[in-house]
């Protein structure tokens, strides 16, 4: 029987002349912009026109594209060794997309799938699954063929790889000096309104992960959740970043992302660089950015794997 892991992501540009297709994808995207379709249109043109020259010229800060490509091969590559299954990656708004992956694998017998987001989201993993279901049912690969793995934050392998990854930025020092903030993707605060349960799984993934840093002895001055990436006039999930940033009585912190398990732009431009600065001002003495997993994922993605199999 020949059978496939499929790691599902946002996706991010392959190189400069991606940023647009990235930007225009996502704003398309009914979980991200829900309204009917030609207002989407309009919007989306609207932003991606207005966020473009911008967008560029942060991805080229990167390297000319999203760190998000190289970090999922990584971890493609790591899975790779370890497993007898075939491991292959599909992107939301950037290539490889799920039908051209789909294609060249619909006669394999069976797919587990992990959509790289811990948590639970109408605007991340049911976006990405509804789009690999749809690409799916084109090429008629039966449903019953999918295994597919919803949300993981409660994971024991992966908030003990957390943990690991906080004490990575920690180093040798002292936790007791350094106040740690828990940053995560923001969400409008009328999705969560509607039922999402995004912000839920956030807080329940914080006191797991909390309580193992604990039972590895690492114990902070204090620990902090809050909330990156807002954008628009429109009210979003608190505390803002900005504002947690702001608050903190030690002028030492270290920002973990909760909410990414592969680098990307938001960690590594927006909070390794744009907060970064922010800190500056405000007159933080150190200010460091845990790595997310990356390809340390792959522990806990077979940690799944066998959960499932032997279910």
Not at 66 to 74: A, C, G
Not at 78 to 98: G, H, N, Q, S
Not at 121 to 132: F, P
Not at 183 to 198: F, M, N, R, T, W
Request: zero cysteines; aromatic letters at 12%; hydrophobic letters at 40%.
């Amino acid at each position: 029987m020949k059978k496939a892991i499929l790691l599902l992501n946002m996706g991010g540009p392959n190189d400069i002349s991606e940023v647009k297709t990235f930007l225009t994808n996502m704003f398309n995207d009914r979980a991200i912009i829900d309204a009917p379709i030609l207002i989407r249109k309009f919007i989306s043109y609207y932003i991606v026109k207005k966020r473009l020259p911008e967008a560029k010229k942060n991805y080229r800060l990167l390297g000319g594209k999203s760190p998000i490509v190289d970090f999922t091969k990584e971890l493609v590559k790591e899975l790779d060794k370890k497993l007898e299954m075939d491991v292959f990656y599909i992107m939301r708004y950037t290539p490889p997309f799920a039908i051209s992956v789909l294609e060249k694998i619909k006669n394999y017998d069976s797919f587990f799938v992990v959509p790289l987001y811990p948590h639970f989201s109408k605007t991340t993993t049911q976006s990405s699954l509804d789009d690999l279901f749809k690409s799916a049912k084109k090429l008629n690969i039966p449903k019953e063929k999918f295994t597919v793995i919803e949300s993981f934050y409660d994971n024991e392998i992966y908030n003990f790889t957390i943990v690991q990854k906080i004490k990575e930025a920690l180093g040798d020092d002292d936790a007791k000096d350094f106040e740690l903030i828990f940053s995560a993707h923001g969400l409008p605060q009328k999705i969560v309104d509607s039922g999402d349960p995004y912000m839920k799984h956030i807080k329940q993934n914080v006191f797991r992960a909390r309580k193992e840093l604990l039972k590895q002895g690492v114990d902070f001055h204090k620990t902090h959740l809050a909330y990156q990436s807002r954008v628009g006039k429109m009210e979003w999930i608190k505390p803002y970043l900005e504002t947690k940033l702001n608050s903190l009585e030690k002028r030492k912190v270290i920002i973990y992302p909760i909410a990414f398990l592969i680098d990307n732009s938001e960690t590594k431009y927006e909070l390794d660089i744009e907060y970064k600065e922010i800190a500056k001002k405000i007159g933080f003495k150190e200010y460091r950015v845990a790595s997310a997993p990356n390809a340390d994922m792959s522990e806990t993605i077979i940690n799944l794997l066998q959960k499932q199999t032997s279910s």
